[in-house]
Antibody, heavy 118, light 110 residues
Framework: QVQLVQSGAEVKKPGASVKVSCKASGYTFTGYYMHWVRQAPGQGLEWMGRINPNSGDTNYAQKFQGRVTLTRDTSISTAYMDLSRLRSDDTAVYFC???????????WGQGTLVSVSS | QSALTQPPSVSGSPGQSVTISCTGTSSDVGSYNRVSWYQQPPGTAPKLMIYEVSNRPSGVPDRFSGSKSGNTASLTISGLQAEDEADYYCSSYTISSTWVFGGGTKLTVL
C-alpha cells in the first residue's frame, strides 16, 4: 500500500532553515510527481511546489520562489522540502502529497509541524 | 496567484444535499478540467474526493459528485451523513504550471 511518512516536528528560530523529509513506499517513487502543501494553524491549504522525482525538475509557487528548494534521493525513495529564512508566519503543518497522474494529490503524508519562534 | 473563492461555511441536515462552490479565473478553473476536491476532518491530512472535475477515486461514495461551469466548479454531497462533517477544499491547476487551493469550506451536518 502507498505510504508517505514524514519526519518529525521541528522548532526553529526566525531566520533559520528547516528541511522536512517524506519517505515513500508501496509504489515506484520515480513514477509520480510529489507536491508540498502547507497549512498554517486554523487556516487553509497552500500549495508550495512540486518535484518530478525522476528528473528532479521542479515548479514552485511564486510566493515561495527563492526560499523553498525541493529535492529528492531516489536511492531511498525520499523527497525533501527545504525552507529558508524562516519567519513566524511560516509556522504551519507541512504535507507532502503524491500526484496521482490526474493533476491531483491522491496520497498524503501525515504532516510535519514546523514552529518558528524566537 | 490568488486563492480560489469558496464559501466559508455551508450546512445541511442528514439526508439533505449541499453544494460547495469554487470560483476561480480563466487562468485556472476556466482553463482546464483539472479541478480536485479534498475532505479534511479536524487534525487529519486531506483526502482526495474528486479529481478532474467529476471523477471519484475508488472508495469514495457516489454521494459525492463534481461539476464545472466556466470559472466555477462545484462539489455536491447528497444524502448528507454525520461523517461528512469536515472542511472541504478545491484545487486547480493553472496556466503557470502551478496549483492553487480554495480557502476552504466548513461543512456542518445539523
Amino acid at each position: 500500500q502507498v505510504q508517505l511518512v514524514q519526519s518529525g516536528a521541528e522548532v526553529k528560530k526566525p531566520g533559520a532553515s528547516v528541511k522536512v523529509s517524506c519517505k515513500a513506499s508501496g509504489y515506484t517513487f520515480t513514477g509520480y510527481y510529489m507536491h508540498w502543501v502547507r497549512q498554517a494553524p486554523g487556516q487553509g491549504l497552500e500549495w508550495m511546489g512540486r518535484i518530478n522525482p525522476n528528473s528532479g525538475d521542479t515548479n514552485y509557487a511564486q510566493k515561495f520562489q527563492g526560499r523553498v528548494t525541493l529535492t529528492r534521493d531516489t536511492s531511498i525513495s525520499t523527497a525533501y522540502m527545504d525552507l529558508s529564512r524562516l519567519r513566524s508566519d511560516d509556522t504551519a503543518v507541512y504535507f507532502c502529497a503524491r500526484d496521482g497522474h490526474g493533476y491531483n494529490c491522491d496520497y498524503w503524508g501525515q504532516g510535519t509541524l514546523v514552529s518558528v519562534s524566537s | 496567484q490568488s486563492a480560489l473563492t469558496q464559501p466559508p461555511s455551508v450546512s445541511g441536515s442528514p439526508g439533505q444535499s449541499v453544494t460547495i462552490s469554487c470560483t476561480g479565473t480563466s487562468s485556472d478553473v476556466g482553463s482546464y478540467n483539472r479541478v480536485s476536491w479534498y475532505q479534511q476532518p479536524p487534525g487529519t491530512a486531506p483526502k482526495l474526493m474528486i479529481y478532474e472535475v467529476s471523477n471519484r477515486p475508488s472508495g469514495v461514495p457516489d454521494r459525492f459528485s463534481g461539476s464545472k461551469s466556466g470559472n466555477t466548479a462545484s462539489l455536491t454531497i447528497s444524502g448528507l451523513q454525520a461523517e461528512d462533517e469536515a472542511d472541504y477544499y478545491c484545487s486547480s491547476y493553472t496556466i503557470s504550471s502551478t496549483w492553487v487551493f480554495g480557502g476552504g469550506t466548513k461543512l456542518t451536518v445539523l
